[in-house]
């Protein structure tokens, strides 16, 4: 067995080796360190400003975002309550109307009422509103702006203002009155919950559902908005509910607003927006219509995709177009949007707008039930008008028979009388019946009327009497 020799000298060698190894490896560690230690720094000091910068920004946001809010919400509550006092103050002027006698006070309470309404049209058009739940209170504050503009230039003219025109404003007033009660009853309830209209639409998206349903009894379904429009015969005949005059077939709404563009307003320069849809009786595709001088509102049917209402406004001034003209273009444009055979069976000028009614005419047979009327500005020389809710609810193919000569007929006009015109008709009863009749246009000398006679049992199945009113003729 070999015995190991191991000196003194060798051992202490090894130890003074591993000492500088030692110190070899901690020198280079420490040299590490040193080479880290502004690299850290660097990134801590970046992450520090980053922070800093983030938390600045989320701030400036932040207080921006609450600024934005905040005015946005002054807009809002201002222009409701400026609405609802107006439509206050409308209620005011329209309730002290009847007891006016001077043309002066007539003139300035018109003036006042035209401005209210101008006022509440403002508030509806900035409120974020369910546009479907305001349409028809739009459409008639502007046109009891549009009768006070018509009866304040009548004054100015020295023409006096009939009675039944008068009565008007008492048809206006009790209108006016059913949507203040409704406002201030909603304005009340706002005000007891604190209602914010922006955090309300932050989570509605089809408009402010909170404020649009307790705004839903301005709708025509729910208020009786009185006629202004100078109607001929048969014009209001909307008995049944059942939607027989359109396609089954649904359009896209992409499709809608094409028809309004290449059709509608073809050769038009227009801007198009899509607002809330209906989804009455007669479903519709809702949209502003832009043009370089007028906004109009326009409702495409979902079935088939025809124009079911148009709403504009007239400019003022004097008539350029003439009564045929007007005529004319009423039936070219309906029959270039998609309404077959359309006829003007009636005419009436009030002021500068021409109101054409015109229904299908087939094998010489008027359809009455299937009218739709247009509005013609014939100072601009535009159609500004146009509603097919008798078409979109009637309008089928007929099977029509006339089993009693029309000599025959005519002996039930009694005597003393001058036949204007005779006309084949189909027309609707008040229960909603459809027969076809003879139409007498004749005058006594009482004044003019129109007869109806059934043309299957040879009875007078309905008479009317034209009555002019300041040149406004109604059939009563």
Same mark, same amino acid.
């Given at each position: 067995?070999?015995?190991?020799?191991?000196?003194?000298?060798?051992?202490?060698?090894?130890?003074?080796?591993?000492?500088?190894?030692?110190?070899?490896?901690?020198?280079?560690?420490?040299?590490?360190?040193?080479?880290?230690?502004?690299?850290?720094?660097?990134?801590?000091?970046?992450?520090?400003?980053?922070?800093?910068?983030?938390?600045?920004?989320?701030?400036?946001?932040?207080?921006?975002?609450?600024?934005?809010?905040?005015?946005?919400?002054?807009?809002?509550?201002?222009?409701?309550?400026?609405?609802?006092?107006?439509?206050?103050?409308?209620?005011?002027?329209?309730?002290?109307?009847?007891?006016?006698?001077?043309?002066?006070?007539?003139?300035?309470?018109?003036?006042?009422?035209?401005?209210?309404?101008?006022?509440?049209?403002?508030?509806?058009?900035?409120?974020?509103?369910?546009?479907?739940?305001? %349409? +028809? &209170?739009?459409?008639?504050? !502007?046109?009891?702006?549009?009768?006070?503009? =018509?009866?304040? /230039?009548?004054?100015?003219?020295?023409?006096?203002?009939?009675?039944?025109?008068?009565?008007?404003?008492?048809?206006?007033?009790?209108?006016?009155?059913?949507?203040?009660?409704?406002?201030?009853?909603?304005?009340?309830?706002?005000?007891?919950?604190?209602?914010?209209?922006?955090?309300?639409?932050?989570?509605?998206?089809?408009?402010?559902?909170?404020?649009?349903?307790?705004?839903?009894?301005?709708?025509?379904?729910?208020?009786?908005?009185?006629?202004?429009?100078?109607?001929?015969?048969?014009?209001?005949?909307?008995?049944?509910?059942?939607?027989?005059?359109?396609?089954?077939?649904? %359009? +896209? &709404?992409?499709?809608?607003? !094409?028809?309004?563009?290449?059709?509608?307003? =073809?050769?038009? /320069?227009?801007q198009i927006t899509q607002e809330t849809d209906s989804n009455g009786d007669?479903?519709?595709?809702?949209?502003?219509?832009?043009?370089?001088?007028?906004?109009?509102?326009?409702?495409?049917?979902?079935?088939?995709?025809?124009?079911?209402?148009?709403?504009?406004?007239?400019?003022?001034?004097?008539?350029?177009?003439?009564?045929?003209?007007?005529?004319?273009?009423?039936?070219?444009?309906?029959?270039?949007?998609?309404?077959?055979?359309?006829?003007?069976?009636?005419?009436?000028?009030?002021?500068?707008?021409?109101?054409?009614?015109?229904?299908?005419?087939?094998?010489?047979?008027?359809?009455?039930?299937?009218?739709?009327?247009?509005?013609?500005?014939?100072?601009?020389?535009?159609?500004?008008?146009?509603?097919?809710?008798?078409?979109?609810?009637?309008?089928?193919?007929?099977?029509?028979?006339?089993?009693?000569?029309?000599?025959?007929?005519?002996?039930?006009?009694?005597?003393?009388?001058?036949?204007?015109?005779?006309?084949?008709?189909?027309?609707?009863?008040?229960?909603?019946?459809?027969?076809?009749?003879?139409?007498?246009?004749?005058?006594?000398?009482?004044?003019?009327?129109?007869?109806?006679?059934?043309?299957?049992?040879?009875?007078?199945?309905?008479?009317?009497?034209?009555?002019?009113?300041?040149?406004?003729?109604?059939?009563?």
């Open positions: 067995m070999k015995k190991k020799i191991v000196s003194e000298d060798y051992e202490e060698e090894k130890k003074e080796k591993r000492s500088n190894v030692n110190m070899d490896k901690n020198t280079k560690k420490k040299s590490n360190a040193q080479k880290a230690m502004p690299v850290m720094i660097v990134v801590i000091v970046s992450l520090v400003i980053i922070l800093i910068c983030t938390l600045i920004a989320y701030y400036q946001v932040n207080k921006s975002s609450k600024q934005n809010a905040n005015i946005l919400e002054g807009v809002y509550t201002s222009s409701y309550y400026s609405m609802v006092d107006n439509v206050n103050n409308l209620s005011v002027d329209l309730a002290k109307y009847p007891n006016l006698s001077t043309k002066q006070a007539k003139l300035s309470t018109m003036a006042d009422m035209s401005e209210d309404c101008s006022y509440i049209l403002a508030g509806l058009s900035v409120l974020p509103i369910n546009q479907e739940n305001v %349409v +028809s &209170a739009t459409k008639f504050f !502007n046109q009891v702006n549009g009768v006070c503009q =018509a009866y304040t /230039k009548a004054l100015v003219d020295n023409k006096m203002l009939s009675q039944e025109e008068e009565l008007v404003f008492d048809k206006i007033g009790l209108v006016v009155g059913k949507i203040k009660t409704n406002l201030n009853k909603q304005m009340d309830g706002m005000y007891d919950t604190n209602f914010n209209f922006v955090d309300a639409g932050i989570f509605d998206n089809t408009g402010m559902n909170e404020l649009s349903s307790s705004m839903g009894d301005m709708t025509s379904a729910n208020i009786d908005y009185p006629a202004m429009i100078f109607d001929g015969p048969f014009s209001t005949a909307l008995e049944t509910k059942v939607v027989k005059g359109l396609p089954k077939e649904e %359009v +896209s &709404a992409e499709q809608a607003q !094409n028809y309004l563009r290449d059709t509608v307003f =073809a050769g038009r /320069k227009v007669i479903s519709t595709y809702n949209f502003l219509v832009k043009t370089d001088k007028k906004s109009f509102h326009a409702q495409v049917s979902k079935r088939g995709g025809l124009l079911i209402t148009l709403s504009g406004y007239a400019e003022g001034g004097d008539p350029i177009m003439g009564e045929e003209e007007a005529t004319n273009m009423a039936a070219t444009f309906a029959n270039n949007i998609g309404f077959e055979n359309m006829q003007a069976v009636w005419l009436e000028v009030h002021e500068n707008v021409a109101y054409v009614n015109l229904a299908p005419v087939i094998d010489d047979i008027i359809m009455y039930p299937d009218l739709v009327k247009v509005k013609v500005d014939l100072t601009s020389q535009e159609i500004i008008g146009y509603e097919a809710v008798n078409y979109a609810l009637n309008h089928v193919e007929r099977q029509v028979e006339f089993n009693v000569e029309i000599d025959k007929a005519e002996e039930l006009l009694g005597f003393d009388y001058e036949i204007l015109k005779t006309s084949k008709t189909v027309i609707k009863l008040d229960s909603g019946k459809e027969i076809s009749a003879y139409e007498f246009m004749l005058e006594r000398i009482d004044g003019m009327y129109f007869y109806y006679i059934d043309a299957t049992n040879c009875s007078i199945a309905k008479t009317m009497k034209l009555v002019s009113i300041k040149g406004v003729k109604k059939l009563v």
